[in-house]
């Protein structure tokens, strides 16, 4: 096996756990709808702590995107739309959405968006770099590794074409639960803020 095809095949094995971890963590996101509405509203679609799941044509998990937490317009071209930043009971925050690229050229994502790290390199283009700014309690929180150091996060990117979009995620460890905003930060991109549900 050559150095390259073995690099590839742990990038997809990667890839793999590192979706394995999300609907790991959405499904716990998910717990008992069985209950009332605490807003009275009657609707689980309308509760800012339950975002909806679906899923589309090729049986994966997506994003709730019925809701827009904040819209990213970097001067690259690519535009981040955050749908979603959900706490779960184990202590963690998972930023989901969609990045699109909105120029009428196909573009490679930038090498600054893996952060810095030798293991987060390998995992090809990711938002390992990303991270959460608490103002308030005045913490910055960078995206969660695995027992392996592999970042928690959208891994193996690769060019958009014109118009492309491709559903992204990134797991953090959650805030203190009186902390109900918190400053996304993405390389060179501007912060945005945005509230955890």
């Not at 959405?97 to 390998?122: A, F, H, M």
């Not at 913490?139 to 695995?146: G, Q």
């Not at 639960?177 to 945005?192: C, F, G, K, R, Y």
Request: proline share 6%; aromatic share 6%.
């Amino acid at each position: 096996m050559s150095i390259r095809h073995g690099g590839k095949t742990r990038r997809v094995v990667t890839a793999a756990l590192a979706a394995a971890a999300l609907s790991l963590a959405l499904a716990a996101c998910g717990g008992d709808d069985s209950g009332s509405d605490k807003k009275g509203t009657g609707s689980a679609s309308t509760s800012p702590g339950k975002p909806q799941e679906s899923k589309d044509d090729g049986g994966t998990t997506v994003p709730d995107k019925s809701q827009t937490l904040a819209t990213i317009n970097g001067s690259n071209g690519f535009q981040f739309t955050i749908h979603n930043a959900v706490r779960d009971d184990g202590g963690f925050l998972t930023v989901s959405g969609v990045i699109k690229n909105t120029s009428g050229n196909r573009l490679i994502p930038p090498i600054d968006w893996n952060g810095e790290e030798s293991l987060v390199k390998r995992t090809g283009r990711s938002f390992a770099g990303m991270t959460l700014v608490d103002k308030v309690g005045k913490k910055r929180y960078y995206v969660l590794r695995d027992t392996d150091g592999f970042p928690l996060t959208t891994t193996g990117l690769s060019a958009l074409d014109s118009g492309q979009s491709v559903d992204f995620f990134a797991q953090f460890p959650s805030p203190p639960n009186e902390t109900s905003t918190v400053d996304v930060q993405i390389p060179l991109m501007p912060t945005a803020t945005i509230e955890i549900s």
